[in-house]
T-cell receptor
Framework: DVKVTQSSRYLVKRTGEKVFLECVQD?????MFWYRQDPGLGLRLIYF???????EKGDIPEGYSVSREKKERFSLILESASTNQTSMYLC????????FGQGTRLTVV | KQEVTQIPAALSVPEGENLVLNCSFT??????LQWFRQDPGKGLTSLLL?????REQTSGRLNASLDKSSGRSTLYIAASQPGDSATYLC???????????FGRGTSLIVHP
């Protein structure tokens, strides 16, 4: 059974903290993605990666960075968390078919 | 840039009905289209992937069709059940891209 695993289901962080969201896939996919999902706005692409150490900005990269040191792992970093980054974060990987993790509900207080 | 639209935004039906969910996309030069299901507070679960060379795909009570020339895909759900209640999303990449662009989804409620 293919799997994309996100490190946390729920996180509560304070404003200004540095936050790491981890995502691991076991399908040897080259392409990995981070989205955020907000009511009324749908899924918006933050960053994606098509290979180890390669990354590209998506539609809303401001306030975020990413790291892909190994093929199976793609990390999203909030450099200084703010309340407007409270959201559901979704990681995905794909070659042909896309698979998603279970999501991380992040609340910044 | 690819734009994906899903109609209707919400649907409430009695159990047993056959349903059609619609997805339209602006750039028809896609190489595949994918349908997902999302339960509240959860991630997305892949339902069906249709390659550009295919006209339809079936999985159990689900059937997805693809008409690239008109920029449309439909998801047909036969004999709906309360357990089908969820949000259904479609995703298609833009020309020359592997990045899925998502519609806003159709929120489905099947009541007993």
């Amino acid at each position: 059974d293919v799997k994309v695993t996100q490190s946390s289901r729920y996180l509560v962080k304070r404003t200004g903290e540095k936050v790491f969201l981890e995502c691991v896939q076991d399908m040897d996919h080259e392409n990995m993605f981070w989205y955020r999902q907000d009511p009324g706005l749908g899924l918006r692409l933050i960053y994606f990666s098509y290979d180890v150490k390669m990354k590209e900005k998506g539609d809303i990269p401001e306030g975020y960075s990413v790291s892909r040191e190994k093929k199976e792992r793609f990390s999203l970093i909030l450099e200084s968390a703010s309340t407007n980054q409270t959201s559901m974060y979704l990681c995905a990987s794909r070659n042909q078919e896309a698979f998603f993790g279970q999501g991380t509900r992040l609340t910044v207080v | 840039k690819q734009e994906v639209t899903q109609i209707p935004a919400a649907l409430s039906v009695p159990e047993g009905e056959n349903l059609v969910l619609n997805c339209s996309f602006t750039d028809s030069a896609i190489y595949n289209l994918q349908w997902f299901r999302q339960d509240p507070g959860k991630g997305l679960t892949s339902l069906l992937l249709i390659q550009s060379s295919q006209r339809e795909q079936t999985s159990g009570r689900l059937n997805a069709s693809l008409d690239k020339s008109s920029g449309r895909s439909t998801l047909y759900i036969a004999a709906s059940q309360p357990g089908d209640s969820a949000t259904y999303l479609c995703a298609a990449p833009a020309r020359g891209s592997y990045i899925p662009t998502f519609g806003r989804g159709t929120s489905l409620i099947v009541h007993p």
